[in-house]
């Protein structure tokens, strides 16, 4: 599996933005997918994660109420709705996916074997 993000862009603080991660390659419902972001100077934290299968869906405190994770198994396609964006939401976001994950690691970046190039979100006060 192959992942590419995309969606990024200049935004003003309050509006949304959807991003996408597209996966290509087999075995795509056996992923779990997750997004990271990274800002300036920080180290890459997590942002949501959507599990393989049944798909249940995990969220950072500082998104949760704000931003939606969604998968299209058909489509192999994973979604990132994000409502209400902030100026501390900008960040270079990447998707990620590794198969089969514990729900224990969904957060851990180093259990993700796989990752996009990310995409850049800029959110402007």
């Known amino acids: 599996v192959q992942l590419q993000a995309s969606g990024g862009g200049l935004v003003q603080a309050g509006d949304s933005r959807r991003l996408s991660c597209s996966a290509s390659g087999r075995g795509f419902i056996n992923y779990t997918v997750a997004w990271f972001r990274q800002a300036p100077g920080k180290e890459r934290e997590f942002v949501s994660a959507?599990?393989?299968?049944?798909?249940?869906?995990y969220y950072s405190d500082f998104v949760k109420g704000r931003f939606t994770i969604s998968r299209d198994n058909d489509k192999k396609m994973v979604y990132l709705q994000m409502n209400s964006l902030q100026p501390e939401d900008t960040a270079v976001y990447f998707c990620?996916?590794?198969?089969?994950?514990?729900?224990?690691?969904?957060?851990?970046?180093?259990?993700?074997?796989?990752w996009g190039h990310g995409t850049q979100v800029t959110v402007s006060s």
């Open positions: 990620a996916a590794a198969s089969f994950l514990h729900d224990d690691y969904y957060s851990a970046a180093r259990w993700y074997n796989l």
């Open positions: 959507v599990k393989y299968g049944i798909g249940t869906t």
